[in-house]
């Protein structure tokens, strides 16, 4: 066996299992070594049976006395119970519809069995615990005893063949050749390679699993970071075209708004008009929390782009359709006063602000196209704007709106399109995923970053309520008397379809309830991921144009259109999502001038569920929230590992700050010492699995 066999030729893996290890990217030896765990059991201490107490996570070792097949008469079930002695006192065994257990265990085996114990008709016992037989004396227990490694599985896999496959297959770790330059194992003080990878699968001790953490973390983090820092130094080497600084103007724009923006939007923008001013591109990464005024800012740098001499453009890339079309209006209007020429560019749509004899008179697309990039100074489109077939007049600005949705290499491709080889165009990220400054500085190594940190004067905060089960009457009732007064409402559930197995609602199941029995008489539309774009965006675009008053959906409208009409959020399961997540959700309500609300429905009644929506009741800034969510949930849940943008990490966290300094250091350090490192093979890797493919060369 070496690290390319497939699993099916390992011995006890049979096509059925290996089919569900399919479904978790298992093919290949390799696979499963690089398929970390997500948690474990310490079970490092046994328990002698006197001494258990209940409600807790034992590990105990005995001889079966007893143990027996019998049926459940009322539900049909098949109960397997069993008597566990040791040198101190018995307990009770129950498994439930697993009658192979007394084919695999006889009365006499010595096994360990793991699991939490409770009372059952005031008897103390282990109901469905994991066992092992013990066949001899120092045997290796890797399921019940010890530091157990649990990993994300599929359905019908279970972690015991999990754990065996990995089992059967680290002894290949051994001997593996570990990339990471002597000097700065021995500086930091990590652990060599292949014992770190055996002690994150069986650790042997919780400090060894620590090291064996640090030394993987850094692994992924020195990565990223080393190309992160040839990005930079790439971007460094282009030109850009420097965009002046219009004072007076924009002084004069800033004076006609109807309200007074931030001082974080003020440092914002100067912060950009800055980096504009120079002959190196602009690499800046604008977080600002939902309803900040990222666009104002986006806004300002566009009209000191579009008012400079020698015909200056400016792109702004969203995610979705509907948006861009949301923005070309709102900067149509924003901008009426001035002499810009706007620009939609989207798969569907072609539109421009300003009037022009000959536009409806253009033929094809392509006309359309064409007359847009050459003639507009701002175009605001969507993907469709890195198109090899799309190339502009003179880009110096481009800007993408939500940038957690689009990878480096969009972000590439679109600063590629300035029109002239020689220059790149400035780029400016947004986003609105909370971030802490400092963690932002350390993910995203190739941006420099501007926070704004304040919300609007203007903007009213969003009132938010736990509501209790016995309390979802009246909030109904509060939803019809919003309705009845023209406002709308957004319902988010967590799945789309009902799921007996989770217990948590589904946006199908939500739309037919309130459709036909709380609210009969109202329009109700549904959303979710499973539909095709172009049904997402005429739905979106139906609810925007009030032709909905309720829209049920799941988590895709966490980052979407304004809704100014939107008064209430709704969100079933609360419990199910992120602190952060929610704050996401409650950002879609509050855009218009009418007080807004944000109910979160749940039936947990777990203290942490409590204490965790109730910093959500008190709490409206986003990068609070996201510190709180840390303490609660851990790193891993928080951004989620789906987002285009944010790194693949198996092992380190958005949150290893302290190691993802160090990693940056080392990386900018290796950069400057190795002229020829930004040729190697090894950085140009794109996904999680190319990075683990590094170890094995």
């Not at 600002?288 to 800012?297: A, I, N, P, R, Y």
């Not at 679109?414 to 932002?440: E, N, Q």
């Not at 855009?591 to 009644?605: E, I, K, N, P, V």
Request: aromatic share 8%.
């Amino acid at each position: 066996m070496d690290l390319d066999t497939p699993i099916t030729e390992i011995k006890g893996v049979g096509k059925t299992t290996a089919d569900r290890f399919k479904k978790l990217g298992i093919k290949k030896a390799q696979d499963a070594l690089f398929y970390f765990p997500f948690r474990y059991d310490d079970l490092s201490e046994t328990t002698s049976i006197k001494q258990l107490q209940p409600n807790s996570e034992v590990n105990i070792i005995g001889h079966i006395e007893l143990i027996q097949n019998k049926k459940s008469r009322a539900k049909r079930i098949n109960i397997t119970e069993a008597l566990i002695s040791d040198d101190t006192g018995e307990i009770k065994i129950i498994w439930f519809n697993q009658p192979f257990i007394t084919k695999n265990l006889k009365t006499g085996d010595k096994i360990s069995l793991s699991g939490k114990t409770k009372h059952n008709l005031g008897e103390l016992i282990l109901s469905s615990p994991t066992y092992e037989k013990i066949n001899s004396p120092g045997q290796k227990l890797i399921h019940t005893q010890g530091i157990i490694p649990h990993y994300h599985s599929t359905e019908k896999l279970t972690q015991k063949q999990i754990r065996f496959l990995v089992k059967k297959i680290l002894p290949l770790a051994q001997g593996m050749p570990d990339w990471l330059p002597p000097d700065i194992k021995k500086k930091l003080e990590l652990m060599d390679f292949s014992p770190a990878l055996q002690e994150l699968h069986f650790p042997s001790s919780p400090e060894n699993l620590r090291e064996a953490r640090r030394r993987l973390a850094f692994n992924e983090l020195f990565l990223l970071q080393l190309k992160a820092q040839l990005i930079r130094k790439e971007t460094k080497k282009a030109g850009a075209v420097p965009v002046d600084f219009l004072q007076q103007e924009t002084q004069k724009f800033i004076s006609d708004l109807p309200f007074s923006p931030t001082y974080a939007q003020k440092r914002s923008a100067w912060e950009i008009i800055k980096d504009l001013e120079q002959k190196t591109p602009m690499a800046r990464l604008l977080e600002g929390d939902v309803g900040s005024g990222k666009t104002l800012v986006a806004a300002i740098a566009m009209l000191n782009t579009g008012l400079n001499p020698d015909f200056k453009q400016s792109v702004l890339m969203v995610p979705t359709e509907i948006l861009a079309e949301q923005h070309f209006n709102s900067l149509s209007e924003l901008f009426q006063n001035w002499p810009l020429k706007i620009g939609l560019l989207t798969k569907d749509k072609k539109r421009i602000n300003f009037s022009r004899s000959d536009w409806d008179e253009k033929k094809t697309k392509k006309d359309k196209i064409n007359f847009i990039t050459s003639e507009c100074q701002i175009i605001i489109g969507t993907h469709s704007l890195i198109q090899e077939n799309i190339s502009f007049s003179n880009l110096v600005l481009a800007i993408i709106d939500e940038q957690h949705r689009f990878g480096v290499e969009q972000r590439k491709a679109l600063a590629r399109k300035s029109g002239d080889k020689k220059t790149s165009p400035h780029l400016l990220s947004m986003t609105a995923t909370p971030i802490p400054r400092t963690l932002a500085l350390g993910l995203f190594g190739d941006l420099d970053i501007s926070i704004i940190d304040q919300l609007p004067s203007q903007r009213k905060p969003v009132i938010t309520k736990v509501v209790p089960e016995e309390k979802r009457k009246d909030a109904y009732d509060f939803v019809k008397k919003q309705i009845a007064e023209g406002r709308q409402v957004f319902v988010i559930c967590p799945l789309i379809d009902p799921s007996d197995n989770l217990g948590v609602k589904s946006s199908k199941e939500e739309y037919e309830k309130l459709q036909q029995t709380i609210f009969p008489d109202k329009k109700i539309g549904i959303l979710h991921g499973k539909m095709k774009a172009r049904e997402k965006e005429e739905i979106m675009k139906n609810f925007l144009n009030k032709n909905y008053d309720i829209l049920v959906a799941t988590s895709v409208v966490e980052v979407g259109v304004d809704v100014p009409n939107a008064s209430i959020m709704i969100i079933e399961g609360a419990d199910r999502f992120g602190l952060a997540q929610l704050h996401q959700f409650r950002g879609r309500v509050g855009r218009g001038a009418h007080q807004s609300y944000c109910f979160l429905f749940t039936d947990s009644d777990s203290a942490t569920t409590q204490e965790r929506l109730q910093a959500l009741e008190k709490n409206t800034d986003g990068f609070a929230l996201a510190k709180i969510d840390l303490e609660f949930r851990g790193s891993g849940e928080i951004y989620g590992t789906v987002q285009k943008g944010f790194p693949e990490l198996k092992i380190a966290t958005l949150w290893d700050y302290q190691l993802m300094k160090q990693a940056q250091k080392e990386a900018m350090k290796l950069i400057q010492t190795d002229p020829e490192l930004e040729n190697h093979p090894w950085l140009k890797r794109k996904t999680q699995k190319d990075i683990d493919k590094i170890h094995l060369e």
